[in-house]
């Protein structure tokens, strides 16, 4: 039984984990410093809002694609996996449009004015010119979820410790270290790397092209009516963005955003939380009941870090050393939870490749 580690227990590392386990064939170690539970700065996760807003800029890209059925599926098969159903609005701003292009800080791919994911997701249309507020050119609507990550995140660790998971707390500082760390005593022969953000800080990979994208959200008790929406920009800045939503299961609503490259303040911002509240209420007005922002009731305000990567998510598998191998899968930046069985189903290529290749080795 081929023996593999995973480092990272973030949704990459949990999903990747537990489509592995799924397989039967393997012995796996799940080790982190940030564990389901846990909220820091350094664990990107928890934050999420997490709804699905298809952002890929490649139609073709199977993440997205082989992820929403799943996602879809575990909201009947699984409700106390905290997923509900919620209708997501698009809303592309007039002056987000340049040259028939919608130019927008949270993702391109998401506000195309002829978008790919059209085709798949569930219920989709064009809004109408009267359904649309002030100032948006144009819009969309389609069938999404929205995943209660405190829910969530331990429901995907209770999947994989019933098919035989072991999870350990660790820091690592380079990745060779996972080698030794499988609960079987034994060395590993696959590491899974699934480090989100600090891929950029762990020895042995310490890739450059990983940065932040800052995003700051205030969760509040208040509840929302009606679709997610969100809009291509905002009249605060370029990295300011709106968009609400409501989770499952007694989760509260989350506010947000922003999407700010490169800054790793962890810290949130008051102004900035007055200006995502204002947003929210204007986009809302029923969330405080025609209040304002005082009619809100705040849970916690919060800032989590997208593990943003220059070209996009890495997933590939790496040789170090004589027998060891990587299969990493980080850089997921704001869509790590729409696109994690697709992402984690290629980690399981990965795998089987290189069990098939030692195989092969082993017999000649
Ligand atoms: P992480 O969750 O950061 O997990 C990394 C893991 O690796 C942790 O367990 C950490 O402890 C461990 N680790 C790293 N280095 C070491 C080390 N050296 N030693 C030991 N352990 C280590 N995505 C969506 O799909 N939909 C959304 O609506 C959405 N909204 C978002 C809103 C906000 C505000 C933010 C911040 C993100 C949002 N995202 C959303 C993006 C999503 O949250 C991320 O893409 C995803 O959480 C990344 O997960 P990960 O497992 O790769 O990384």
New binding site residues.
Partial sequence: MPIIVV???????LTSALQLAKQGNHQITV?????PGDYDI????P???????PMSLNKDSRYERRTWPVLRRLVTEAPEAGIHIQTARVLRREKDIAAGQVKAALSDGLFDQNPWYKEVMDNFRELSPSELPPGMHSGCEFMSVCINTAIYLPWLLGQCAKLGVHFKR????HISEATSMSHTGKNADIIIN?????ACK?GGVMDKKVYPAR?Q?VLVRNEASGAMPTTSGTDDGDDEILYVMQRALGGGTIL??TYAKNNWDGNPDPNIAVRIMKRAVEAHPELTEGKGIEGFSIIRHGV????CREGGVRIEKEKIGDTTWVVHN?G????????SYGCAERVVELVDEIVNEKGSKAKL
Avoid at 47 to 53: K, S, Y
Wanted: proline share 2%; net charge positive.
């Fill in positions: 480092l990272g227990a973030g949704v990459s590392g080790i982190a410093k940030h564990m350094e664990y990107t996760s934050w999420a809002g997490a709804n699905v807003l660790a820091v690592l500082s699934a480090s989100g953000l600090l762990l995003g959200i947000g955003g989590g870090l997208r593990p980080y997921h930046a704001g869509w790590g939870y729409q696109g």
